[in-house]
């Protein structure tokens, strides 16, 4: 690759495929390492790290996400008369049914706490699931979508340290209680810390294998692909979330620090503002 | 300070999903296709740039996978799965797109489209005009680099992923993303006006 002849602002001797690999945090290893040491030594590589992450957000930001209910209906309608009955009325095999039954009921729980979650931010608490990013903006609550579609870098309130190009970690106090969300350097999946007091169902659901304490979420709002850190607390609480925008990928470019409630309502806390970003 | 916590331990992922769907539960397969209908209709409308079509196409998926959900793996990702059953229905839509192009309809009686109106229908539902300009740009890179590259960036899939997606391996996946990344941006600066060279320059 020679990396060692590189001179500094010229050119990127990185291929591609490694700066892809690093972005999605799937390079291992010495490779990893050396991949690493040439984007902190060289700003074109950064510069070219930061445009495959700049076109991945141009075309999900001219791409939104569209809740399609009637749509969603239909599948479900369709997958009843599949099924030959109601999902209400089916019956399980007794030989599996018994296995099935504590994931059955976790997922009448998620779903009972999702609604309810849901319903304590201004949406729709007997909807199924909360609608998504686009249909969101409309409805009463906080202002999610404006601050969102800001597209503002959570590097600009990352901690003394951090590099935007290498990774970023923002802490947040929201009424007192304080975490972190982050991620990097640039090849390391993307961590998310919960102070305690924060109960697991209040955090953005996360991608189950995940290693613990490391949570690339793979739902915020029930979007598999439009992945949040983050959490809400209570009715008067507040919500922190940083947005890797893409699924398991380091979340450069993240576009929230922080929402806090306020006296007259919701506001976000955004980078360069007057808030809980550090 | 980032504690290490088991975030993930709230939350039920695809696999358990999954698991409860096999014992026959449209109940538990319908949280998948609220969990991942939106995300797959925004990719589906990518590729075709129609967004009826797509709306199909998420349909048709939805169900192939409920009817298949025994060839699932269990060590595999639903979602990479669901976006490979994706990819094969819009293949035979394009097939079968292409088949009806070459069946001429000038046999038919003059007229009958009036009371058919379908069957003058063109193929493509809007024009190149109308279409935005990242669906333009989309439109100027084959179908296998517009596929990776939605795969990757709407699709949210890792390179991996995507080598399992479309079958190849994960370097000719990456290999495949570069390009796609790099075409799309000469094409949509294109677009604007601007001079694509730039995002080449040194690199």
Not at chain 2, 134 to 147: G, H, M, N, V, Y
Request: hydrophobic share 40%; net charge positive.
């Amino acid at each position: 690759m020679g990396m060692s002849t590189m001179r500094a602002s010229e050119r990127c001797d990185l291929p591609g495929e490694d700066l892809l690999a690093c972005a999605d945090g799937e390079l291992r290893g010495a490779r990893r390492e050396l991949v690493e040491a040439a984007l902190a030594a060289e700003p074109v590589c950064r510069r070219r790290l930061v445009s495959f992450q700049e076109t991945g957000r141009l075309l999900r930001d001219g791409s939104p996400l569209v809740d399609d209910p009637t749509g969603r209906a239909a599948i479900r309608a369709r997958l009843e008369r599949i099924a030959g009955q109601p999902s209400s009325t089916i019956q399980l095999r007794p030989t599996v049914a018994a296995g099935a039954l504590p994931l059955l009921l976790l997922l009448a729980v998620i779903a009972a706490g999702r609604s309810s979650l849901w319903g304590r931010y201004g949406g729709d608490p007997a909807a199924s699931n909360p609608p998504p990013e686009a249909t969101r903006s409309a409805a009463a609550g906080p202002r999610l979508t404006s601050a969102w579609a800001g597209g503002r870098s959570l590097a600009v309130c990352s901690s003394p340290g951090s590099n935007a190009a290498l990774g970023y970690r923002a802490t947040f106090t929201v009424l007192g209680l304080s975490g972190a969300v982050g991620g990097g350097p640039a090849c390391a999946p993307v961590r998310a810390g919960f102070p305690p007091q924060i109960q697991p169902q209040l955090r953005f659901p996360v991608r189950a294998g995940a290693p613990p304490g490391w949570a690339p979420a793979s739902t915020g709002y029930g979007q598999p692909n439009d992945a949040r850190y983050g959490f809400g607390v209570g009715p008067s609480g507040g919500y922190v979330a940083g947005r890797p925008g893409a699924f398991n990928r380091p979340p450069f470019g993240a576009a929230v620090c922080a929402y806090g409630s306020q006296p007259g309502g919701w506001q976000a806390v955004v980078p360069g503002t007057a808030g809980a970003c550090s | 300070m980032l504690d290490a916590v088991d975030a993930s331990a709230a939350w039920p992922g695809d696999q358990q999903i999954v698991a409860a769907s096999r014992v026959g539960t449209v109940g538990a397969f319908a949280t998948l296709v609220d969990r991942h209908h939106a995300p797959l209709l925004r990719y589906l409308t990518r590729q075709t740039g129609d967004a009826e079509l797509a709306a199909d196409l998420a349909q048709e998926t939805f169900l192939a996978a409920f009817r298949s959900l025994g060839q699932l793996t269990d060590d595999g990702s639903f979602a990479a799965w669901l976006y490979g059953i994706a990819r094969n229905r819009l293949r035979m839509e394009w097939r079968r797109r292409r088949l009806r192009r070459v069946v001429s309809l000038d046999w038919l009686p003059s007229g009958v489209e009036a009371v058919i109106p379908a069957l003058r229908r063109p193929d493509v539902s809007r024009s190149c005009a109308d279409r935005d300009v990242i669906q333009r740009a989309l439109d100027t890179l084959s179908p296998p680099l517009r596929e990776a590259l939605l795969l990757h960036d709407l699709g949210g899939f890792g390179g991996e992923e995507v080598a399992r997606i479309l079958g190849i391996s994960p370097a000719a996946a990456r290999k495949r993303i570069v390009r796609a990344e790099a075409a799309f941006r000469r094409a949509h600066d294109a677009e604007h006006g601007m001079d694509g060279d730039e995002h080449d320059a040194g690199i």
